[in-house]
């Protein structure tokens, strides 16, 4: 005798036939990425305009088609522990490639390495000296080319063989099916200012016009050991030359942009630009960026394109860092293994969720070889103890706190409350965040690197 088999049986087998049919559909390939750094660029160093002329009209275009963030915050204000936090998701108290150690340890789990895991070609190209395979960070990366080694004139810091390497790279990958990270570096925008003829003529700027070509390295920090105010035309001059810099650094851009397009790739391409840090340029009678983490060192631009994801156009206001990068990355390609030791979030879940309130950190360890032996030898009358201290910062909101490892702390706000009695509780309040943070960080760091 036969038995009708059982209802309850006959759904699961059709369930399994289903998740079987499914399993076997061919799922979309990953997006490319492509990640470029736009070494010393500040927040308002991208989309502005110079006797009518747009500064950055490649990088403008870009964002017409994907999403800006004018809240966007580094966490550190140089570039070491600036591109180690961009490429582990960790915070500088993590990874600990900061003052006085130097480099990126190699049992940190970069981007690249994520990425070539998952099948994907892996290729950098570093325009700074200090983003390279000795500092640890070209891990995971196939190759990773400097460009500076063969920059073609004194007033190209390496822009254009950057983008010759990156061109060539975009058409070689577009002759394979094998989804690839592309992590460009440009330093256009680092002192010195001595912008070529291309950044003038781009801004509308007759050099016969300017009381010289260029703004030294040496005139910048004497602004810091003399304690003056910079003049107006002294201060006109850099940021003038800072944005020739940024407007020459465009146009190499635009080419790899336009690679992109010409070989197909642009509409199956996360973009992601950024700055390792920003720019003091004379504000508080600083420039260079080292010594603190003022708003003009850590507010960065970033732009993000992704057809179907990031393509609104739009301009966000969500506050954001450099710790999201990884994790946005990792979102976009639909890895879900994301380490669990990142604090950072996908842009893409921050934009859905409400996180005007979310609290930013940023951290500078202090430079004692920096101070010793760069600026003691340099100017060795010049009393630089009082950059002699660790810093770190906490923003939430409008409000942000800056405090030292000598109990000094600062708090800043375009709208704190009016009384000292308001400032002195938000104040306590967010001191106390800052620490609890910075304590976390440093006990979630492995302990096998000992911090300095």
């Not at 909101?397 to 002195?424: C, W, Y």
């Amino acid at each position: 005798m036969t038995t009708a088999p059982h209802r309850g049986a006959q759904l699961i087998t059709v369930a399994s036939i289903l998740i079987g049919l499914v399993a076997c559909v061919p799922q979309p390939p990953p997006p490319n990425v492509v990640l470029i750094v736009l070494d010393t660029v500040r927040a308002d160093g991208v989309g502005g305009k110079v006797n009518g002329h747009a500064v950055t009209p490649h990088l403008d275009r870009l964002a017409t088609t994907g999403l800006r963030f004018d809240s966007a915050y580094a966490t550190a204000p140089w570039t070491l522990p600036s591109h180690a936090t961009l490429f582990t998701g960790l915070a500088p108290s993590q990874h600990r490639a900061v003052h006085e150690r130097f480099v990126l340890a190699n049992h940190y789990t970069t981007l690249a390495e994520h990425l070539k895991e998952k099948g994907f070609a892996t290729y950098g190209v570093t325009s700074n000296p200090w983003v390279t395979k000795g500092r640890g960070l070209a891990q995971g990366f196939a190759a990773f080319e400097a460009a500076y080694a063969g920059a073609e004139a004194a007033s190209d810091k390496g822009a254009a063989r950057a983008s010759d390497l990156a061109v060539r790279f975009i058409e070689a990958a577009a002759n394979t099916e094998q989804p690839f990270f592309l992590f460009v570096n440009y330093l256009e925008a680092h002192l010195p200012y001595a912008p070529p003829d291309e950044g003038l003529l781009a801004l509308g700027v007759n050099s016969a016009d300017l009381l010289r070509r260029e703004y030294t390295i040496g005139e910048a920090e004497e602004i810091i050991t003399s304690a003056r105010a910079a003049s107006d035309d002294e201060l006109a001059l850099a940021r003038l030359l800072y944005q020739c810099e940024i407007a020459y650094q465009d146009q190499q851009l635009g080419r790899v942009f336009e690679a992109l397009e010409a070989q197909q790739l642009l509409d199956n391409t996360l973009v992601i630009v950024t700055a390792d840090h920003g720019e003091h340029l004379g504000a508080g009678n600083m420039t260079g960026h080292e010594f603190s983490l003022a708003d003009d060192v850590l507010q960065v631009p970033l732009i993000v394109r992704l057809p179907g994801l990031y393509d609104s156009g739009a301009i966000s206001s969500t506050p954001v860092s450099h710790l999201d990068i990884v994790p946005t990355v990792l979102d976009a390609v639909g890895d879900e293994a994301a380490p669990e030791l990142l604090d950072g979030t996908s842009l893409r879940a921050l934009e859905e969720s409400d996180g005007r309130d979310r609290a930013l950190i940023a951290e500078y360890s202090e430079p004692v070889t920096l101070i010793n032996d760069y600026w003691g030898s340099r100017h060795p009358d010049f009393d630089a103890s009082n950059f002699a201290v660790s810093l770190s910062s906490l923003r939430r909101g409008q409000v942000k706190l800056i405090a030292n490892t000598r109990g000094e702390m600062g708090l800043f706000n375009h709208g704190l409350p009016a009384t000292d009695s308001d400032r002195e509780s938000i104040g306590k309040e967010m001191y106390a965040e800052l620490e609890a943070w910075t304590k976390r960080l440093k006990e979630s760091a492995p302990s096998s690197d000992s911090h300095p």
